[in-house]
């Protein structure tokens, strides 16, 4: 059974970073894609970094630049490390599977403003 819990998430400054975790069960981080998606106020979510099994990593150009994706595949946990963040990135951000994502953990509530 897969399990999804996102964390890291806040209230920061514009120009401010933060670092999400998420820590899954029941995917095998080193054959599945991984992402991070985000759905803002209103909006669809979507993904704006991916990780494959062997470590490839693409972004969306939003983000791309400014965000970085890793995985720690001991641990079952991927990482997402945001800088010079921007009122436009706040968003509810998940972690999941790239194909076929499946069960949607509860998120984290990033909130970029002054």
């Known amino acids: 059974q897969v399990r999804l819990v996102e964390s890291g998430g806040g209230l920061v400054q514009p120009g401010g970073s933060l670092r999400l975790s998420c820590a899954a069960s029941g995917i095998i981080f080193s054959i599945n894609d991984m992402g991070w998606y985000r759905q803002g106020p209103g909006k669809q979510r979507e993904l704006v970094a991916q990780i494959t099994g062997s470590g490839w990593t693409n972004y969306a150009d939003s983000v791309k630049g400014r965000f970085t994706i890793s995985k720690d595949n001991a641990k079952n946990t991927v990482y997402l490390q945001m800088n010079s963040l921007k009122p436009e990135d706040t968003a509810v951000y998940y972690c999941?599977?790239?194909?076929?994502?499946?069960?949607w953990g509860q998120g984290t509530q990033v909130t970029v403003s002054s």
């Open positions: 999941n599977k790239v194909v076929a994502p499946g069960h």
